[in-house]
């Protein structure tokens, strides 16, 4: 085999034979600390039938562990150089399939069906290029594949932004969104030190449990997340106020009285609704012709 990838010297070692040269704008940090790829792995909870997708592998140092401890592993990487370097990494993994693309791009469901048909259960794991967690991780959601967990190494500031409460300064329409989905966990913070290159950000380890049903039950998802965006277009301002932005200043009565009447404090911020509380503006507001 090739050894374990993720440590300094074997990082350094194949990025000096294949003579690699890191690309800023892909976002490649490689993770070079064996704890906490196994606290990734371990946090995905795989087994012998499970399938784990991994988006971007780099040299491979995730995507071993993951071959290890799954039944199958799809890694997606966009990045041609890379491509060889894993199949030389990975020969001994025959349970690994390498696909070359973006994962902006793939069709994800033709993928599943290809790669993880009779799987117990599939989740992603990853180490995120983190100029494009938001996307990834949001299609990945919008398209309902059958996901179990999330597992993913992000922006700390992200993660946290992900797990937020109603009431804090981080909770926005990225926490509803991921939350309407999954339920998430912080599962550690995770040092610059542990990459190579080191980010000039901190980074955590999040797990998202995508639930069996969303978090909350609306008529129409889409004007569900667009009451959602429309209460948190301008932070500073009232929910009555981002609320008549979005459905016209003439209708500004109409709208004082469908408060009232499900019992939502207009001078409240965006920030402070729940869940359930953004599930009964959206339903009420639809049924007004909103
Ligand atoms: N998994 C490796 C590790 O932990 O050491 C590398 C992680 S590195 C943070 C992110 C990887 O994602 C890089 O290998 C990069 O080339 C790849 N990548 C960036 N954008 C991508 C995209 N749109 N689709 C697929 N892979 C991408």
Redesign the pocket.
Known sequence: GAGE??TPKR?KEIIGKYGFSF?KS???????DGNI?SRIVDAAELGGGTGAL??????????QRLAEKAGKVA?????QR?IPILGDILADKPNVTIVH??????DLKELFREQFTGCEGVSVV???????TTP?LMKLLEEKLPLRHIVV?IQKEVAERMAAKPGGKEYGSLSVAVQYYCEPKLVCTVPHTV?IPQ?NVDSAVIKLSVRDKPAVDVPDEEHFFRVVQASFAQRRKTLMNNLTAFVGKERREELTALLARIGIDPGRRGETLSLDEFALLSTSMLEAGW
């Open positions: 990838v993720g990082t690309k892909l976002g490649q940090n490689f993770l070079i790829l991994e988006i971007g592998p780099g040299i491979g140092a995730l995507t890694a997606i990487e966009i990045d890379l693309g973006d994962v902006l791009k793939i990853a180490n995120l290029p983190y100029y494009v990834i190494m990459f980010p």
